[in-house]
């Protein structure tokens, strides 16, 4: 069966675009790194997070998966939010405490270290900037490890003789997202009211990759981004955030911090749900700001269909505003257009 790997094949990066800023000797922000203020967001919204952090979190739905009317709680927020925050998720904190001190060694290798598992230029997994950065104006203060089935091929050369910890408890980690990610879209299907029998794959079969990202401390944060804004591109993505950094944007508010709640993870969508659900849970706006202080981490769990399989609105969408297509072809369109994939494939 194809992975996510194969979708990038014919769109190959240039190795400019591949390889990060090597920040462990950079002391001033480059040129090449410095966002203009008018770009994407305004420099009154980029202020740093402070006293409007309570307001953000209280708003902002926070889901107990336990809770007894969890299908109400999640479909709702879904549609009003394309984003919540989940506790009772099951997954233990050692686990997620375990993944983020793995991905902080993995990053505070020195970088020559760190290119030694640098992603092909057609490829997806292994040490690299974000795919977005041909796309963007600038570069962003960020760096990432793509792990998509296995991370030892990565991971051993990273640690020729040390990579069995790293491996176990990804593989562990990616494990565990797997059934929660399960568990979740068969309360989004639900409240949907579609069977399982209505897609064209089982969910038994989804495919994930995990996305460790890094966002080291910056002599400037007020100047550049860490991840521009974008919407993410498969079908849902379950993120750990231990430090604050991620933004949400929300018509009628602009930019809304979204602080981490001790124990949660956040839940949101990526562009394939959007093609499922006819546009009903739509992929949220979002970004990542850097600060100067601390190296941040965060960890984003992507889960799809099967690559070779068909997604489509949902049969009872009464008037289907996207073309069926695979989740093959749909990265191809994705890796050409980014932003615009979705306008691509929606019916005009
Ligand atoms: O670091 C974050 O808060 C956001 C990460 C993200 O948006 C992504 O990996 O797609
Ligand atoms: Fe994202």
Redesign the pocket.
């Known amino acids: 069966m194809g992975t996510v790997s194969g979708a990038y094949k014919d769109v190959p990066m240039r190795l400019k675009h591949v390889i990060p800023l090597d920040f462990e000797s950079t002391k001033v922000v480059p040129e090449s790194h410095i966002w203009p203020e008018t770009e994407n967001f305004p420099l009154s919204d980029r202020v740093l997070p402070s006293d409007d952090d309570e307001k953000s979190k209280s708003w902002i739905p926070v889901i107990d998966l336990m809770a007894p009317n969890v299908v109400e709680l999640i479909g709702h927020a879904c549609e009003t939010w394309g984003i919540f925050h989940l506790t009772n998720h099951g997954i233990p904190s050692s686990l997620i405490h375990d993944v983020e001190s793995q991905a902080r060694r993995l990053f505070s290798l020195p970088t020559e270290q760190k290119l030694k598992a640098l992603r092909s230029a057609d490829g997806a997994t292994g040490y690299g900037a974000a795919r977005m950065v041909p796309f963007l104006t600038k570069y962003l203060w960020h760096e990432g490890f793509l792990i998509a089935g296995s991370p030892i091929e990565h991971a051993s050369v990273l640690w020729p003789h040390d990579h069995k910890t790293f491996c176990d408890v990804m593989e562990t980690y990616q494990k565990m997202m797997n059934s929660l990610a399960h568990q979740l879209l068969l309360l989004m299907l639900k409240w949907l009211e579609v069977s399982e029998d209505e897609l064209n794959w089982k969910l038994s079969m989804s495919q994930d990759a995990l996305l460790l990202n890094s966002f080291p401390a910056c002599p400037d944060p007020k100047s550049t981004i860490g991840?521009a804004p974008?919407?993410?591109s498969l079908l849902i993505?379950i993120?750990h955030q231990s430090q604050e950094g991620l933004q949400i944007f929300r018509d009628g508010f602009g930019w809304v911090t979204v602080s981490p709640i001790e124990g949660a993870l956040v839940v949101?969508f990526g562009n394939l749900m959007d093609i499922l659900s006819n546009g009903k849970f739509s992929g949220i706006l979002?970004r990542a700001f850097v600060n100067q202080i601390r190296h941040r981490i965060s960890v984003?769990y992507f889960c799809y269909p099967p690559i070779d399989s068909q997604v489509a609105p949902f049969a009872k969408s009464e008037c289907p505003i996207y073309s069926s297509l695979t989740v093959k072809e749909y990265l191809e369109i994705r890796a050409k257009h980014m932003e615009d994939a979705l306008s691509v494939i929606k019916i005009k």
């Open positions: 991840l974008h919407t993410d993505t993120l949101n979002h984003a």
